[in-house]
């Protein structure tokens, strides 16, 4: 059972964070060729898409939730779309009825499927997603031996928690051989509590072909996902044997990535494998690698890079799990089979790389209790010294644009730097945001020619402390009231300028009011603009201004 849970939590736990492996959670049905079937599904989100493969339109009804039947005929009357549809490379017929306004409710539905299996789904958007893991640490199953099934649900790139998950074992024919409820508990066979990944065993006696029904039920919505199950004896084909090798891609002596070549005790044929593996340092921390390959004559390798080799710590430094996969198949795995021994000081470190944000404060400039800017240290470590650019944002909680900050020449040192941020203060409280903040796209590069590849865009650097809008100027403040904060801070003739200018705005508000409305944003983004350069102007005012007006203040 143990191993079991390893490859459940290796194989599926990158599924709760990547979207790229999960599939929107849909209420599926099998019909047999030539039945009629009745049956029930829920929709939760009024824009909703229902598909009948393999059947004709007037093959198809849906059952509102009032019991209102609808047809081709009818459905445009109850703001559905009802399409028809043949492919004429196969013959294939689809009939689509969708609907952004669909009631919310329990549906029923009756298919007549033509002389060919079909299949009815249901998909809301938006909805929760999933991906599903079958096998066991032989084969994807084998007679008579336990093997996993198991689901990651996600709603939002999140773990989707407190679902109600079972899954039913079907023959060819379609009886029922066991039914299990699937648990995110952490008690075996689930691995980890609170992780989205919903777990169970089970066994079947004989060879054959099978399938998995799972049915869900989570906030609401409601999935029917059925899967096949492949059950026969098999071989794994990893000897436990392996090569390992030190990779020096530019001749430096230092080492880009460590290569591992597992030896094989059988032939594979040239579908797709992926052999992952799982490096394991003497305080428990890891780093894994898989590759994809598609031809037999490939060995099943993978690298470890110099950047992912840096994570681990104190030797030895084991091979705690290889295992391999024949497309979506498991064909097993084995664990702990041997050390290597890589010296970190000769490990290849990045030209250039931003660790995070190490630091952050408030600054109050006027002693008033508000910050007028919000400081945010961060370490780059660089191996070529000279004048660098930089430009990044701020984002608040709800990842909304708060701020940004640039500097066109910087010189960073070799080694490790620390760089400060400057966000204003007024652009956090215009905005309405609340930390902790995140500093994010964030671009470097040097003001100079160089051989190594000392530049970098990062999405995400790092998070700030925690802090409120009220902690910052112009939080909760109209743009007038900013304009003339920002006019009093500033140099005489920008603060003179700035409040003939609003006093003027102020007054043609009066007959001309949507005017002056865009006069004022055009001030404020002026003002806005000079309270972060700094800089005054030309004595003369700007480009177009009428003659200053004395004593404005």
């Known amino acids: 059972m143990k191993k079991i849970i390893l490859l459940i939590g290796l194989m599926l736990a990158s599924t709760v964070t990547g979207a790229a492996s999960m599939l929107p959670l849909v209420q599926s049905f099998h019909i047999p060729s030539g039945a009629v079937v009745q049956d029930n599904f829920h929709v939760e989100n009024r824009s909703v898409n229902m598909m009948a493969v393999n059947v004709e339109s007037n093959g198809l009804t849906i059952l509102l939730p009032d019991g209102t039947a609808i047809d081709e005929s009818n459905a445009a009357s109850y703001a559905f779309t009802w399409t028809n549809s043949e492919n004429p490379s196969n013959g294939v017929n689809t009939v689509s009825v969708t609907s952004e306004d669909a009631p919310v409710g329990d549906y029923g539905f009756i298919v007549s499927s033509d002389s060919n299996a079909s299949v009815f789904s249901v998909t809301e958007t938006p909805s929760p997603s999933f991906s599903t893991f079958i096998g066991s640490e032989q084969s994807t199953a084998e007679p008579g031996r336990y093997f996993a099934i198991a689901m990651a649900l996600t709603n939002s790139g999140s773990p989707a928690l407190g679902a109600t998950i079972s899954a039913e074992i079907l023959d060819d024919d379609g009886l029922v051989l066991d039914t299990l409820q699937l648990a995110d508990d952490g008690t075996a066979p689930d691995s980890r509590q609170n992780d989205g990944v919903y777990t169970a065993v089970s066994a079947v006696a004989q060879e054959g072909k099978y399938s998995v029904r799972y049915v869900v039920e989570w906030s609401g919505h409601k999935g029917r996902v059925v899967k096949p199950l492949r059950v026969s004896s098999s071989t794994f084909g990893l000897t436990g044997e392996f090569d390992s090798e030190t ?160 500097k066109a020449s910087i010189y960073l040192s070799t080694g490790s730097n620390t760089v400060t941020l400057s966000f204003l203060g007024s652009d956090i409280g215009g905005v309405g945001a609340s930390g902790p903040f995140k500093v994010t ?72 009011p949507e005017v002056a409305d865009h006069q004022m944003q055009g001030l404020y983004t002026r003002a806005k603009a000079l309270e972060k350069s700094g800089s005054c102007p030309p004595a003369t005012g700007w480009k177009g201004d009428r003659p200053l007006v004395k004593n404005a203040d």
């Open 247 to 406: 990779v020096d891609v530019n001749g430096n002596g230092l080492v880009d990535s460590l290569k591992l070549t597992f030896i094989e005790s059988q032939e594979r044929d040239n579908a797709e494998h992926t052999i992952t593996a799982r490096l394991t340092d003497a305080d428990g921390q890891t780093i894994d690698a898989a590759r994809a390959v598609y031809s037999s004559n490939e060995p099943l390798s993978v690298e470890f890079s110099a950047e992912s080799l840096k994570k681990l710590g104190e030797h030895p430094w084991t091979i705690s799990f290889v295992g391999l996969m024949r497309i979506a198949e498991p064909l097993g795995y084995l664990t702990d089979i041997g050390t290597v021994n890589v010296d970190p000081s000769v490990i290849e470190s990045p030209a250039l790389t931003v660790t995070g944000v190490i630091s952050d404060r408030g600054i109050d400039e006027n002693d008033d209790g508000i910050f007028e800017k919000l400081e945010v240290s961060v370490e780059i470590i660089t191996r070529e010294a000279g004048y660098y650019g930089l430009s990044t944002d701020l984002r608040g909680s709800e990842n909304e644009l708060v701020s940004d900050d640039g």
């Open 441 to 512: 796209n964030f671009l470097i590069y040097p003001n100079f020619n160089s051989g190594e590849n000392v530049a970098g865009l990062m999405d995400y650097v790092g998070d700030t402390s925690g802090y409120s809008c009220s902690q910052f100027v112009g939080c909760g403040s109209d743009m007038q009231a900013e304009i003339r904060r920002i006019a009093l801070a500033l140099c005489t003739v920008h603060k003179k300028q700035l409040l003939a200018k609003l006093k003027q705005i102020e007054g043609m508000a009066r007959g001309k």
